[in-house]
């Protein structure tokens, strides 16, 4: 099938930077941002199509360690004049948040998980390109509650279960 509708040509172009504070000590955090800019060159229904846009992202990701054997983390994003394909999005985002509780000698873990704290993961868009002019939103039912229990067996890795290096005694 050959068409001459939607050719061209797409270039982005996106700068990150992420900086923190590194793991190890109670408080861990990092904390970013991203910038993407597309830019379209083409042809549509036969009439040129140049389309210009920038968008930002915006990332986070804390973890507190209460103890030893208790963690929190929270995690969360906000995208601001996003887009996929033509269609321009607004702002959305997401918070997550967790607690880590290790329990039977660090055998087993009690985690308890919610997503979407703020229920903010909802996605409206438009387009008006061309010919073109739609207007939609969608809402993702992403809200959710977890409790997860994981338990290790007793099987070590395999790092682990090597023996270590010594140097042979003589008889």
């Not at 001459?4 to 172009?13: A, M, S, T």
């Not at 083409?42 to 920038?54: A, C, E, H, I, T």
């Not at 992202?57 to 054997?69: G, V």
Request: charged share 20%; hydrophobic share 30%; proline share 3%.
């Amino acid at each position: 099938l050959r068409t001459f509708d939607n050719l061209g040509k797409n270039k982005e172009y996106y700068f990150k930077i992420i900086g923190g504070i590194p793991p190890g000590g109670k408080y861990f955090f990092y904390m970013g941002a991203q910038y993407n800019y597309n830019q379209y060159r083409g042809f549509y229904q036969g009439q040129p199509l140049n389309y210009n846009r920038g968008s930002y992202t915006f990332f986070m990701y804390q973890e507190y360690k209460f103890s030893t054997k208790f963690t929190m983390n929270m995690q969360g994003f906000m995208r601001t004049r996003g887009l996929q394909n033509f269609y321009e999005l607004n702002n959305f985002g997401g918070l997550f948040v967790s607690f880590n509780r290790s329990i039977l000698k660090r055998k087993a873990n009690l985690i308890l998980s919610v997503n979407d704290l703020l229920q903010t993961n909802r996605v409206s868009f438009r387009i008006n390109q061309a010919d073109v002019n739609a207007s939609g939103r969608r809402i993702n039912d992403t809200r959710r509650l977890g409790l997860t229990v994981r338990y290790n067996f007793g099987i070590k890795p395999k790092e682990e279960k090597k023996g270590s290096f010594d140097v042979p005694s003589e008889v």
